[in-house]
């Protein structure tokens, strides 16, 4: 376990060095939760293939959100957007060594989730229905963020529709 410098520390810390901090948030914002040891700040890498489907996912769900909200989702936007995220189950990781043995079953929840998403819209179910299959695939980004990569949890959650 990383043993991060207690908060009020941190907070010392990165406000004396302002630059440190703003290279420490471009690089790490995405996954850590937590202060990573001061060695890694210096890598400064491609995102990974897993990163890149991540973003693509993320923007993705972002855009249908409105479109839930308002109970207008259609099933060619759900079509439209399964073959981008099917990668999710075969790219490529940052850190291949911090995927957990619960991945592969998110991975499959997801997109089966999201099945049942177009399947809810091919039934032509009402708004309620759209809303809860809608924030069931989100729950799922959710439950592996939890256990894989927690420093996006608050962008993730945003993008539930609130009933
Ligand atoms: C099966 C597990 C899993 C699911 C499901 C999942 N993620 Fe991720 N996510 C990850 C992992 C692992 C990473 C780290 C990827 C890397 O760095 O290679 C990640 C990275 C990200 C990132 C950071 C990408 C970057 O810029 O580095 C965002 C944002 C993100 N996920 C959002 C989402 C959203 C939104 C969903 C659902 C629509 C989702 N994730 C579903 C495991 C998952």
Do not use: W
């Amino acid at each position: 376990m990383a043993r991060p410098p207690p908060k009020e520390q941190l907070k010392v810390t990165t406000m004396s060095k302002p630059a440190f901090a703003l290279a420490f948030l471009a690089v790490f914002a995405a996954c850590q939760q937590e202060a990573p040891a001061p060695k890694r700040s210096s890598r400064v890498a491609e995102p990974s293939g897993l990163a890149a489907t991540m973003r693509e996912m993320t923007a993705d769900m972002e855009e249908l959100k409105a479109k839930a909200q308002a109970g207008t989702l259609t099933l060619a936007d759900v079509e439209s957007l399964r073959a981008a995220h099917e990668p999710i189950k075969t790219a490529e990781p940052t850190k291949p060594e911090e995927i957990k043995e619960s991945f592969p079953g998110f991975a499959e929840a997801y997109l089966s989730n999201l099945d049942a998403l177009a399947e809810a819209l091919r039934q032509q179910g009402n708004r309620e229905a759209q809303i809860e299959a809608f924030n069931t695939v989100i729950a799922t980004c959710e439950s592996c963020h939890q256990q894989h990569c927690p420093g996006p949890l608050d962008r993730i959650r945003g993008i539930k529709v609130q009933e």
